[in-house]
Each structure stands twice: as C-alpha cells, then as structure tokens.
C-alpha cells in the first residue's frame, strides 16, 4: 500500500506489451506556485509514508521509543522530529508518524515489533493524505483566511500541530519552521481534498501575486517520471 | 458562534465541534421481558432543563473526542467541560425565573423572559 499508489501496480511485473503501472499523487496536475518574492509559495510533498498510531503512551510510550528511535509527543498538541522521521500528537492515544517512503515498510515492521504484545493499532495511511507545504512571510496571514485557529505565535509555535476545518475542509496543521520570514507550515488533507484546498489556498494569496488556479476538471494522466520533474 | 474548550486541545471554535446528545444516559441492560416503553425512555426521554444540562460535545475537526459539557441552557454559559468517564463537577449556575414559579422546563420558550438573581419581577 504505501508504495502503490494505483491497484494496478500491486502486480509484481505487468504482462509484456504494457506500460508499467503508474503513480501519482493527489496533487499530481499541480506545479509549485509562488507570489512575490518571499511572501507565499504552495507546494505539494509527495509520497511519504503515514501511519496511524493507536497506543496509550503511558504504557506503551518507552517501548515505541525504543523501537522508532523517537518519542511520543510529550504534550497534547505537539510534534517530535528526528531527522526525516516525525510524530504528530493527534489525541490522547492517537498519533501521525512519518517517515521517508524509503523507510516506511522497515519502520513500520519495527514498530510492530517493538510494540507486541502492547495493545496498539498501527495503520498505513501514506494514500490517504498528502501535505501541502505553504511557506512564506505571509503564510500565518493566507492560513488566516482558511480556519479558525488562532495562528499568532503565541498560540502556535513552531512544532505545533493541530486538527481544523480549513475552509471547510478537515486538515491537521503543522508548524514546522517558524520565524516569521520564513514560516514554512504542512497541511495534510485527505486526497479528495487537497485539489479544493489547493485552489483555496492560491486564492487566499492572490494579493501578494499567487496564480490563481483552476480546479481541476478534465484531468490528464500523468505518470510519476512526469511528476517528478517537478522538483 | 462561541469558543469551547475542548478537554484535549483547548479553547476552539464552535465550528470545530458537534453535538452529542444529553450525557450520562446510560442503556438499560438488555432483558428478554423489557417493555417497549422502558426502550422508547431510553431512546427519547431527555430532561429538556430550562438551565443547566449535562451534555456530549465531540471534537470534529481536531481530536475527534468526546467529552461532556455542562450548558445553562438559558444563557449559553458552558459551565464546566470534563473528560468521558468522570462525573459532572459541582457548578454554580444563575437559573432563570419563570413567570409564576413553574419549573424551569423548556429551552425553547422565548416568551419566558429570563430573570437575573435580584432582578425585581
Ligand atoms: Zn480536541
């Protein structure tokens, strides 16, 4: 699952004469758009891995430690990062964990490991969201208009993250970066969102020059050799 | 449009959360001869208070937990907040006064002006 993207691709090699199986991400139609320099870019963060944790950290908190080389957030609300790898708090026994495609599979079998016995739920979620990195002096300012959620430093420092309707729209928030000419914040949206929120969002930036964007109608194909070009 | 403060995450938008129903109603324990209006009390009866109500609020958009609030229903005043499981804090609550001194029974009833402790009738 969290490599594949698409069903056809869970086939180990397609039958002679077909393409390979291709991938693409919700966002996949969408290039990075940027309004003035240094005011607010919108980008898409493609193919991570994402997992849902289900574990009381009182009891379970030390051997997931062990076992993922981080720790549970501390405090409801919170975030831990190591390296590539992050936790988000979600509720009091909920947690997002992330980690680099790459890693996903070895690290959610450690988790299992680390956790037998524990009473725990760990599910692959990497399809279900992607993450839309909005970043920029005027980041705080755009994700303003979207929600609801008081974005002033002192309600939201960095490593913050928190569950909100974004116009309209359920997301979890992240500040991962936060001094103010360079706030660097992810969304992570459901799939089915992310092109509504995408276009919400360049809307929302407009007045410092971000392009306005269509929502997608007629959508193309496009494979993953194309969507990696991207970057 | 009001702030609630959500046992978990804080103080948020209204927006953010849904209602749950009257709290602390628990299901009867099934037996074989249980009467169908035993079943519809459980189903439909709800006190209705005109002041304070234990009720369940769910945190939508963020936590997605359930808690318990405790509401004056005639001003809007959330109480107290307490988590799923614990038992509703002792609240002081300004109960409105009813015209002729019938029970305070019926959110609804606009006509019912709300009198504030001290207020001359
Ligand atoms: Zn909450």
Redesign the pocket.
């Known amino acids: 699952m969290a490599e594949n993207a698409t069903k056809s691709s869970e086939a180990a090699a397609p039958p002679e004469g077909l393409t390979p199986p291709e991938r693409r991400t919700p966002l996949a139609l969408r290039q990075p758009v940027e309004g003035a320099p240094g005011t607010l870019r919108l980008a898409e963060m493609p193919f991570a891995g994402k997992f849902i944790l289900r574990l009381d950290p009182a009891s379970g908190g030390e051997a997931f430690r062990e076992a993922a080389g981080l720790d549970l957030p501390a405090a409801?609300l919170m975030s831990v990062v190591n390296g590539e790898r992050v936790v988000f708090w979600l509720?009091p026994d909920e947690f997002l964990l992330l980690v680099p495609e790459a890693e996903a599979a070895a690290f959610a079998e450690a988790v299992e490991k680390g956790l037998a016995g524990q009473h725990h739920q760990l599910v692959d979620v990497s399809d279900y969201y992607t993450a839309i990195e909005i970043s920029g002096r005027k980041a705080r300012e755009a994700l303003m208009k979207l929600t609801t959620l008081d974005l002033h430093p002192c309600g939201f420092p960095v490593g913050h993250v928190a569950?909100s309707n974004f116009a309209r729209a359920q997301g979890w928030l992240w500040l991962e970066h936060g001094e103010e000419e360079t706030a660097r914040f992810r969304l992570y949206v459901r799939w089915s969102m992310a092109d509504y929120l995408w276009c919400v969002l360049a809307d929302a930036g407009r007045e410092w020059g971000v392009p306005e964007q269509i929502p997608a109608a007629d959508e193309t194909f496009l494979t993953e050799s194309v969507h990696s070009k991207k970057a | 449009m009001f702030v609630i403060s959500?046992?978990?995450?804080?103080a948020?938008d209204q927006s953010?959360f849904s209602y749950g129903g009257e709290a602390h109603i628990a299901r009867p324990e099934w037996r074989e001869d249980m009467s169908d209006a035993e079943w519809a009390d459980f189903v439909f009866m709800r006190s209705n208070p005109k002041g304070v109500l234990a009720e369940r609020w769910v945190?939508s958009a963020?936590?997605?937990?359930f808690?318990n609030m405790l509401r004056n229903t005639a001003t809007d005043e959330i109480l107290a907040v307490y988590k799923i499981g614990e038992r509703a804090p002792e609240v002081q609550a300004k109960l409105p006064a009813t015209p002729c001194g019938e029970a305070p029974i019926g959110s609804g009833n606009d006509a019912v002006k709300v009198m504030q402790p001290g207020e001359a009738e």
């Open positions: 409801p509720g569950g | 959500c046992p978990y995450c804080g948020r953010e945190h963020g936590c997605r937990r808690f």
